[in-house]
C-alpha cells in the first residue's frame, strides 16, 4: 500500500502558478503510476493529469495540455503537478492518485480505477 499527502494548494490570481506537490509513504513508490484529479464544487471528479513508473510517459486532460506539467522524483518519493497560467475554472480541490496496475492507463480517466489517494489540497483561482 502507499499513503499520500498533497500539498501547495492555495489562491491565486488568473494567470498565476502554482506547484502541487504529492509526498507517498509505503514500499515501492516507482512501481506506481501516479495521477492528479480535480473535484469542483457540485461537480464529479475529474482526470488532470497522469505519469507512468519511470516518468517516460504522461497524459494531461485537453483543457490543461501546454500548462499543466506532472512530473515525479522518485528518489524523494514525491509527485508534482506544474500548474502555470491558471484559470477561474481550475478552482477545484485538487487529488493525488496512485494506481499501482500495469495497466493503469487503459482507464486512467476513470477515478474509480484508481485505488489510493490522499486527502486533497484547494486550489482557488481569482478572476
Known amino acids: 500500500q502507499v499513503q499520500l499527502v498533497e500539498s501547495g494548494g492555495g489562491l491565486v490570481q488568473a494567470g498565476g502558478s502554482l506547484r502541487l506537490s504529492c509526498a507517498a509513504s509505503?514500499?515501492?513508490?516507482?512501481?506506481?503510476?501516479m495521477g492528479w484529479f480535480r473535484q469542483a464544487p457540485g461537480k464529479e471528479r475529474e482526470f488532470v493529469a497522469a505519469i507512468g513508473w519511470s516518468a517516460g510517459i504522461s497524459y494531461y486532460r485537453d483543457s490543461v495540455k501546454g500548462r499543466f506539467a506532472i512530473s515525479r522524483d522518485n528518489a524523494k518519493n514525491t509527485v508534482y503537478l506544474q500548474m502555470n497560467s491558471l484559470k477561474p475554472e481550475d478552482t477545484a480541490v485538487y487529488y493525488c492518485?496512485?494506481?499501482?496496475?500495469?495497466?493503469?492507463?487503459?482507464?486512467?480517466?476513470?477515478?474509480?480505477?484508481?485505488?489510493?489517494w490522499g486527502q486533497g489540497t484547494h486550489v482557488t483561482v481569482s478572476s
Open positions: 509505503g514500499r515501492s513508490f516507482s512501481s506506481y503510476a
Open positions: 492518485a496512485a494506481n499501482g496496475d500495469t495497466t493503469w492507463y487503459r482507464r486512467r480517466y476513470d477515478y474509480s480505477y484508481w485505488p489510493y
